[in-house]
């Protein structure tokens, strides 16, 4: 089958003309226009870009930086705010707390939220700055607190609650809708996605915008389209009825100049599995860019037709300007699990580079199962994930000889066609897999000199279905009675291996977005375990989602799995310094000015993990909420 380019894959009309020709010729400052002072937003700021203009902390000096102070019940995962010099985030014992920028104080702490989103929430305040809001969701529902006193606002929504398990078109009681990810602000306005679980029958994953103030829902965007809608004659009739997912569980930007909000969408449901849902099944695994005064539709981009593979959307897209055939271009760059960074004019959705439909298998034995032919690849950029999976790329340390030949016996079996080789009832082998490439949390960005930083996981899965009434293997913690028994395939979980493939098993890519090159590319983080035997820069050996922080000084600040903050040139990835941390981190870090002080914020765990594949920490470190300076 021949290549065909693919373009954006729908008509701009004349309104959308109208409502950008105003923005012409206005540069891409977001993060910069923001100055250095706070981190009001999820990601920094409404673009998630993740910049931060602020040059006290420079080249010279980073490897200066002190605990100033530490709070001691802080949880990782969290990306704390900075607002009015004060720090909002997420302790322990489900609670959000407000601490004293300067010194790490304790200023209020809210009552216990239970199941809340815990990776982080929205700052809101009225244009006098007497009305200031957190906004954050917990077990389906959508919640205010005041930011001065951390209470309730009983007069939002019904109660002080909005529950977001209405207005899907499905019985609110038989689904879920919440994601661990905060969603974004836009003027009087919260735009949310959601995780939908991975059943069937999930709910379906509805963009969704509520007014700030009451709780009132906006706007909705439908990503599984009614009958009748555009999209819809690529799903089953009347999909909506059953089907689930194609949500943005994950991040999302928005360009506040042209008030246009960029939004990542992950799979249908089943993941595995998509014998119910046949059809390229817009808007799953896509890049939607919606009005969001609006929720319209402006462009959309499909990155995997009829997904079976779990390759979700969910990386921050990145928004920056560039130099492209003698054009300065506002652009948006996405980074996907597939393992490619895709590219595209932030007005019109054009590719920058083509990306082309490229034949891929559609061999399958699962009865139902009707897979596209032809999947889009980027002919530009290069991928920063590995593509493929071999006997050759089995890691050299680490596995016992007995391990190491386990493994080669099964690759040597298993179906290995590339990343989209479909599942079957006998093992196959995907790189990256369901959980390498990007995810949450990953991606950071110059808002005006085109470079965009990724990392990514290079985790081969080896996987395949499960027949109604077959048992599960058996698992670490000893348990295999589970019996699958629902009358439709599922899979065998348990087979993510982060680390039988040789280094760099995670790693932190610089794109320069002008030429369309990877000007640098190092492993982040180290093994642990190989430290010992003087062998570094592998990449931390876990899926764990670390975070970046850009700064105007040439910073590029990265925590990683090896429990360590590194910071690296960004002009040719040179580390520059580490600091250590008592404890796993986990998302991203903050960073703020106070005082004259320019501070960077991480939290780290202070619970040791345990079972199977632990690691200890090796060397002491602070723990909770940790704030680093300058010496003064």
Do not use: C
Not at 278 to 293: K, T
Not at 315 to 329: C, D, F, M, N, Y
Not at 558 to 565: I, L, N, P, Q, Y
């Amino acid at each position: 089958m021949d290549e065909r380019t693919v373009t954006a894959g729908t008509v701009r009309g004349l309104a959308l003309g109208l409502a950008l020709a105003a923005a012409a010729g206005i540069a891409s400052l977001q993060g910069a226009s923001q100055g250095p002072r706070e981190w009001r937003d999820y990601a920094g700021g409404p673009d998630s870009s993740r910049f931060v203009p602020a040059t006290q902390i420079d080249k010279a000096n980073v490897g200066q930086l002190k605990v100033a102070w530490t709070f001691a019940e802080g949880d990782t995962d969290f990306n704390p705010l900075v607002v009015r010099d004060v720090i909002y985030t997420r302790a322990r014992g489900g609670t959000i707390v407000a601490l004293d920028a300067a010194t790490g104080a304790l200023k209020w702490r809210s009552p216990e939220i239970k199941s809340f989103a815990i990776r982080g929430i929205n700052y809101w305040e009225s244009a006098d700055g007497q009305d200031r809001r957190i906004l954050f969701s917990a077990l389906n529902q959508l919640h205010a607190v005041d930011a001065r006193t951390g209470q309730f606002i009983t007069t939002f929504g019904k109660g002080g609650t909005v529950d977001l398990r209405e207005g899907l078109d499905r019985d609110p009681a038989t689904v879920q809708q919440q994601s661990r990810l905060p969603g974004r602000v836009f003027g009087t306005l919260l735009i949310l996605g959601s995780a939908t679980n991975t059943e069937y029958t999930s709910a379906p994953g509805d963009i969704r915008a509520y007014d700030v103030r009451t709780g009132a829902l906006v706007w909705s965007f439908r990503t599984i389209p009614r009958t009748g809608e555009f999209g819809a004659d690529t799903w089953p009739e009347n999909a909506r009825a059953s089907v689930g997912g194609a949500n943005n569980w994950g991040e999302l930007s928005i360009d506040e100049a042209r008030g246009i909000v960029y939004v990542p969408t992950g799979s249908g449901k089943f993941n595995f599995f998509g014998g119910y849902r046949r059809g390229n099944n817009l808007f799953s695994d896509s890049l939607v860019a919606l009005d969001a005064r609006t929720g319209k539709r402006l462009w959309h981009f499909q990155t995997v037709h009829h997904d079976i593979w779990d390759l979700d959307n969910n990386s921050a897209p990145q928004l920056t300007t560039i130099t492209h055939e003698g054009k300065r271009v506002d652009i948006v760059a996405m980074a996907s699990k597939t393992g490619y960074l895709y590219v595209f004019d932030r007005v019109t959705g054009t590719p920058i580079w083509p990306i082309v439909e490229r034949p891929v298998p559609t061999r399958t034995t699962v009865p139902g199962q009707v897979l596209s032919p032809t999947q889009p690849i980027p002919t530009r950029p290069e991928p920063f994930s590995r593509q493929s999976f071999t006997v050759d790329d089995l890691n050299p340390h680490i596995l016992t000889p007995e391990e190491r030949e386990t493994f080669r016996q099964r690759i040597l079996k298993a179906r290995n066609e590339g990343p989209f080789t479909p599942i079957g009832f006998e093992e196959v082998i995907h790189m990256p897999g369901n959980q390498g490439g990007s995810n949450w949390g990953s991606t950071a960005g110059h808002p005006t000199d085109g470079r965009v930083y990724v990392i990514g996981f290079n985790v081969p899965t080896i996987i395949r279905l499960l027949k109604p009434g077959e048992k599960r293997p058996a698992r670490p913690n000893g348990n295999s009675d589970e019996i699958v028994r629902e009358g439709y395939p599922t899979t065998d979980g348990f087979g993510l291996y982060p680390t039988i493939v040789k280094p760099p098993y995670t790693t932190l890519t610089a794109y320069d977005l002008n030429t369309g090159a990877i000007a640098w590319q190092k492993g982040l983080g180290d093994d642990l375990r190989l430290l010992p035997l003087g062998i570094t820069g592998t990449g931390s050996a876990a899926t764990v989602k670390g975070g970046l922080i850009v700064t105007g000084s040439g910073l590029v600040f990265a925590t990683a799995a090896d429990r360590k903050v590194h910071v690296y040139d960004s002009a040719n990835g040179n580390e520059l310094a580490t600091f250590p941390l008592g404890g796993p981190t986990s998302g991203g870090p903050s960073m703020y000015e106070h005082g004259g002080r320019q501070y960077l914020l991480v939290t780290a765990s202070a619970t040791q993990p345990t079972g199977p594949g632990a690691v200890p920490t090796p060397h002491a470190g602070p723990t909770g909420v940790v704030a680093w300076a300058l010496p003064r």
